[in-house]
């Protein structure tokens, strides 16, 4: 028969803590991680957004210079942290829209694999300085 000492023996019970909280500790990490790199992705896609539009809404701008200039951003600013990136540059009506939508660093399931951010503005346009009137 046990000895009431026996009963309140706690020898091996850190090894049981450590067995369960461990995994969640680890789990809670990569989260942190997983939503720091998916925040970093979608910055950059917001970058290369806006700077597309920064050089297509130029008097002299095009669409396929806001292409050239996103694609650049994500070469250098991304430096790969983006996959399979679609950009579009529309240049229309005074407008200039450009999304991009890429996939994001994903090593926590059930999270976004991709961001999308967009960026608009208008067309600059420069008269001759004239005052009409």
């Known amino acids: 028969m046990r000895t009431a000492a026996a009963l309140c023996d706690d020898t091996g019970s850190a090894t049981v803590q450590l067995v369960i909280c461990l995994p969640l500790v680890v789990f809670v990490i990569m989260l942190v ?8 992705a979608q910055q950059v896609a917001k970058i290369a957004a806006d700077r597309a539009v920064a050089v297509a809404r130029t008097e ?9 200039q996103a694609e650049h951003v994500l070469k250098v600013v991304g430096d790969g942290s983006l996959s399979d990136p679609h950009i579009s540059v529309t240049r229309a009506a005074g407008q200039v829209r450009v999304s991009v939508a890429a996939g994001a660093p994903h090593f ?10 967009a960026s608009a503005g208008p067309i600059e346009e420069f008269d001759d300085g004239a005052r009409h009137g």
């Open 60 to 68: 002299y701008g095009t669409a396929d210079f806001g292409q050239a």
């Open 33 to 40: 991680i997983q939503a720091g790199a998916y925040y970093h």
């Open 108 to 117: 926590v399931p059930l999270w976004p694999a991709t961001v999308h951010a």
